[in-house]
């Protein structure tokens, strides 16, 4: 494409912005300028718009590509740092003006009569259509979206970076509300371009390794300041759904079908650093987080419930409990009831929350035991109003109180443990043999007693699941079993030990190996006390790592299919646990189409899915964003949990079978033959910042299990993450176009029109593939001094993006989302100003001789920019 031509192209992409988001942007661009003029004056400006011009014109001509790396390769290490950070400071100002517009949007579209697509009120609309309100209320029934948080090494920024952005946001937001005073404006314009400038001086990267307990209070801010309020809010959303004209005037019809887990502070596979010790601290963390917030709630709801007894006479379940509470502080009850004479409820509510302040505070005396006895005093208040005949106090604000009482208990989130197999299987010969034990064991079994000393304190739904990953066969299962009695001296915690499948061949094996697990004691045990529900956890970041993304995916939805009929034929309720990664090389993309592609009958009511590393913060730090996120996926479990849903789409899956398996074949073959092709591991260490990236101060878990430097030790995460930083995107697509070409391009067309899983396999792909820029890339590869592993892997990307825009019939890639293909082209120049200036600190880095000095600066410059690409192109593991 000559010059003319992309020029016009991005003048394009600029006008298919939508005006508001190409405003925000100019204007946070411009305060940064201006803070960076400002703070080290207007000569970084100059190099750092010098740089900007080079890289938008080497998008038409290669020579301003050189001239570039030149212009890069003549600032000292210290003047590209600070280049650096200034793109780095853009890209996340950048991204917070598109979340504020997705928020804008959501607001704007949820104004008319017409539910939005995919939103909860859409789906039990068209649920009532065609199966009945009696089918829909079954439906709902049996209804739970589980979403887990993970602290796998992707987030990259600080956390003071994160806060210093939301901000900066708090202040677009009042910059955009219309009904803000011209003062209040200003005021707003002020306040921004402080937290811009408090931005860009915040240091961006960590000086410390992060530590687990670290990593916990950052997920804490998600469920502070989101979660916890989107909560309600979305069950009102499904009760006004299901009955609209009295939502708010009766006992609610939606039930709380939302659970939150958390690896986070429980995940020891190969990281020594998340200790019996650390797990026992987090459930304190999470408990204290969930009762200061149902503390206050209750305050607020108790506060504003001013209805006298002469209005609203409370009843004699609710007179007794206020009798008992004046016996057991006589003192206390005196003082709320001469502020509140005459207002038992309000008075009620007041003390229950004194309860739950004493609980958080460990007090002795008048503390609740569970969160079930919170609930059963919040129950009898709500009873007595609306036996007053006030039901929209008891069915208002109260029932808000009451879900989120019931989602979020008083350990806020399940806390789930995961060990890898082989360190029981190690442990439980060291204590079969009764000898002397290693720490290793000693961890192991003083994990297993702090999981019984949570349960005792915070019930057994704060920690009973402990993930066994690499599952191979029944003794990995077993022997968590037989630890947890020698760990309890007989009186073991309530455990569902959940199988972690994670290679295509355990993947297979899957059904054989839980005919052996049901029936083991413990397990059939469990089976009666849950209803006969278990669950089976599926890997998908270790398979695609394995095999390649095609072949992956289609492991696991077979994986799924034969599950779903093991469970069936035995009468059980399965609950499959989809550990997908945020990036789409690990079985990311979103949720909800994700949801739709499952194979036939397996969602049934039940959705649980890991959320890893950016993820979290991208779906969960914006507050519309967070509940516009789960109605989708809420919306889609719905849809996927119909029966004539599962009934259309088998004979799709069954339709392609035999097309699945030649796509398969080519490309896991070529998958293979690239990842074992001789000295593809030192050649992918060279071409790659793979090392530099396993220095980073990002997460408290290594980026490799135990001390092993080859391919099979390096976990799937910082894989994904140094494509990512390259530039490819590899194992989001590599295989894919040699699978496509092994077969007829009209089977492939028919489908993607008609087979969910396939389509949305694709549409990933081309998402990989428009985040690819073969350009930069080359500069990466040709560190490698292998031209035959450079040029196959090449050829690979250019037969894929050719197949996949045959298959799709686009003419270019992500043809039909726009404005995300315009963002991207409008993004890549950016990208590229950090991808050279990386690439300047990768070759300092590995220039042997340099001195300590110039290593640690050289050290932070890449550091910035593996923040600055992870921010430009939204993606990181």
Known sequence: MNAPVKARGRERARQEIPPELRRDVRMLGEVLGQVVAESVGKALLRDVEALRRLVIRARDDAGYERRAEKLVASWSLQRAESVARAFACYFHLANLAEEHHRARVLRERDQGPKPLPESLAATVAALRSRHGTRRLLEILSNFEVHPVFTAHPTEARRRAVVTAIRRAGEQLDRLDDRVRSEGERLEAKRRLVEEIDTLWRTGQLRKTQVQPLDEVRSVMAVFDETLYLVVPDLYRALDRAVSPADSGRRAPLAPPFLRFGSWVGGDRDGNPSITAAVTAQTMLIQSEHVLLALENATGRVGRALTADAATTPPSTALRRRLSALRKADPTRFAEVEKRSPSEQHRQFLIHVADRIRATRMRRSKNTFRSATELLDDLRVAQRSLAAAGAERLAYGELQHLIWQAETFGFHLAELEVRQHSLVHARALVEVRSRGRLSPETREVLDTLGTIASLQARFGAEACSRYIVSFTRDVEDIAAVYELAEHATGGFPPALDVIPLFETVADLRRSPEVMDAVIKLKPVRSRLVERRRRMEVMLGYSDSTKEVGPLSATLALHDAQAELTAWAAKRGLGLTLFHGRGGALGRGGGPANRAVRAQAP?????????????????????????????????????????????????????????????????????????????????????????????GRMRIASRPARRGAGRSLDDLRAIPWVFAWSQMRLNLPGWYGLGSGLAAARLGDLQRAYASWPLFNVLLDNAEMSLAKTDRRIAIRYLDLGGDRSLAARLLAEYDLTKDRVLAVTGHKRLLEDRRVLSWAIELRNPYVDALSHLQLRALRALRTKGSGARERAVAERLFLLTVNGVAAGLQNTG
Request: aromatic letters at 10%; zero cysteines; charged letters at 30%.
């Open 601 to 693: 009958g397996s969602v049934g009511g039940h959705f649980k899915v890991t959320e890893q590393g950016e993820v979290i913060f991208a779906r969960y730090g914006n507050p519309a964003i967070a509940k516009r996120h789960l109605e989708q996926v809420a919306s889609a479990v719905l849809e996927a949990s119909a029966p004539r849903v599962a009934t259309r789409s088998r004979p799709a899956a069954e339709r392609f079978r035999r097309l699945a398996a030649k796509v398969d074949f080519a490309a896991r073959t070529a998958y293979q033959e690239l990842v074992d092709a001789d000295g593809f591991e030192e050649w992918f260490a060279r071409v790659s910042p793979i090392e530099e990236l």
